[in-house]
């Protein structure tokens, strides 16, 4: 897909700051949300058409409960249409809390004395991956702070230790990273180690509201920050994941900021972002959040709504920071990862039992702390399909939101075979009894459901090897 250039204050070229606030501020003051033009602009993205700032400011400016169920409506009929009943599955592991930056809303900041300091070993690494493995996990995000330490190398070295560590049927087949920002060739060595996804989060778009949370550090450069990712894309890295940390600043400001990012990379790269995340601030130690920008579980739900509307190709992350019920009304609007059996303590995986969360020893604190093996048993009541699978990105499809959504019958072909091909192999390896029976049942519906006599029959035949002890096969 070619994009179409809009033409904002600032033109698009590659590493150059690209946020011009007025501009954001002037769409949104004069937006003008009627019911015919909500209508139009949910059209117009139903039509798999990414939407402009004009557009965006006029969604994020409809508050009336007539206008955000259309919203609302909008972005399920778009998930539902488009994307189908698939939920990735993820987790964090927090390889090393060193940080050199005074992010003041991070446990980890360079001035909270009470937090233990720890990265990951060699040992205590693999330690985790196994029993991460264990579990069922197939797909990783490794998450550091930032500090001279954690060099493009050691990151690099840490990749491949993930990669090669095995568990009885257990393997990472995918790596994520969320760090610091890197130079070029920083990006380039990570590339190298077979990386998924590099995720850096602006926090917020507002360069005052910016300015006031991180004073110190590296991390204190706004625009060196916003360009960070163009490095990335410099450096042939094009899976890249966005970012804002909501209750920083105005969310509408920074609804708009992530459009405003995305178009940015599709002028400059002809391929915007694989993914956004939209975390909501927690509580975090020696922090108390300012209530004038606090987001409400009615406008979180909201914003998620807008943003699939807004971005139609991009995956949505949705992370355990959010309660279970907000988790389970989101996914319909159109999250398509989320993390499970989360745990943000350094080195937790590893250690026996569920220990309390202590927010000295936590970046912040989540709010869903199910297991994986009971998010799974959820999401398959409600009719969703766990996905583990990492095949595109194998198969050297990049970029596989975009590829579901531009290129037709992709989803039956690639990614409903695949999501059925790992949870099958979840189920064998992993799930309790009546998880598993519930899981086959799905599986026979989803197998029923295709049209294809080929697809099928090879699709049987597969599930069949995996009951007999293969693994890893996918299309
Ligand atoms: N240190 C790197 C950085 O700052 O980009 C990457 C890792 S940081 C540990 C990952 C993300 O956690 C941050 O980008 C921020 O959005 C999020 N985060 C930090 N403090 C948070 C809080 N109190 N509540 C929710 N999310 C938070
Ligand atoms: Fe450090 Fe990242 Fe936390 Fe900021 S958000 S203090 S950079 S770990």
């Known amino acids: 897909m070619k994009f ?17 606030n007025e501009e954001i501020w002037s769409y949104l003051d004069n937006a003008k949300p009627t019911t015919k033009r909500i209508n139009q602009i949910v059209s117009k993205s139903l039509g798999k058409e990414r939407l402009n700032l004009e557009e ?47 992010c003041e809303y991070c446990g980890f900041k360079a001035t909270n004395k009470e937090t233990v300091r720890t990265t990951l070993g060699n040992n205590e690494l693999i330690k985790n991956v196994e029993a991460l493995e264990q579990n069922g996990q197939k797909r990783l995000i490794l998450v550091y702070g930032e500090h001279p330490r954690y060099t493009p190398e050691f990151i690099a070295e840490n990749v491949k230790t993930v990669y090669n560590v095995k568990s009885g049927n257990g393997e990472i087949r995918r790596v994520n990273i969320n760090a610091a920002p890197l130079s070029i060739d920083g990006f380039r060595t990570v590339k190298e180690a077979g990386i998924g996804t590099y995720q850096v989060f602006q926090e917020t778009y507002d360069p005052e509201a910016y300015r006031k949370y991180h004073k110190g550090g590296k991390k204190s450069a706004y ?44 002028a400059c790269y002809n391929v915007g972002p694989h993914t956004i995340s939209f975390p909501r601030l927690q509580d975090a130690a020696e922090f108390k959040s300012d209530p004038k920008f606090a987001v409400s579980d009615e406008e979180f739900t909201r914003i998620v709504a807008i943003l699939r509307l807004a971005v139609p190709y991009t ?47 936590e970046q912040f604190l989540i709010n869903d702390d199910r297991s994986l093996g009971e998010v799974i048993d959820e999401l398959i009541e409600g009719d969703y399909l766990p996905s583990f699978c990492t095949a595109c990105y194998r198969k050297g499809r990049t970029g596989e939101h975009f590829m579901e959504f531009s290129v037709p019958g992709f989803i039956k072909r690639f990614c409903t075979p695949n999501a059925i091909l790992t949870l099958a192999e979840y189920i064998i390896d992993y799930a309790k009894d009546d998880t598993a029976e519930k899981g ?15 697809l099928e029959a090879s699709l049987r035949m597969k599930i069949e090897r995996i009951k007999q002890g293969q693994r890893d096969l996918y299309y």
């Open 315 to 361: 995956g949505m992350i949705l992370t355990a920071r959010e309660p279970g019920h907000i988790r389970k009304e989101v996914l319909q609007y159109g999250c398509s990862q989320i993390d499970a059996g989360t745990k943000i303590e350094m080195g937790a995986y590893s250690k026996n039992g569920s220990a309390k969360q202590d927010l000295n020893q």
């Open 440 to 454: 086959w049942h799905l599986i026979d519906k989803n197998i029923n459901s295709i049209k294809e006599p080929r």
């Open 56 to 102: 965006v400011a006029t969604l994020v400016q409809a508050d009336s409960p007539e206008h955000i169920d259309i919203i609302k409506n909008g972005a399920k009929l778009l998930k539902e249409k488009v994307y189908g009943k698939r939920i990735v599955m993820f987790a964090p592991l927090y390889v090393g809390n060193l940080c050199m930056n005074n």
């Open 223 to 266: 625009d060196n920050r916003l360009v960070a990712l163009d490095r990335a894309q410099e450096a042939g890295l094009d899976d890249v994941g966005i970012g804002v940390l909501f209750g920083l600043a105005d969310w509408r400001f920074d609804v708009l900021g992530l459009v405003r990012h995305t178009n940015h990379l599709e």
């Open 4 to 20: 179409t250039p809009e033409k904002y204050n600032i033109p698009d070229e590659p590493q150059r700051p690209y946020i011009d």
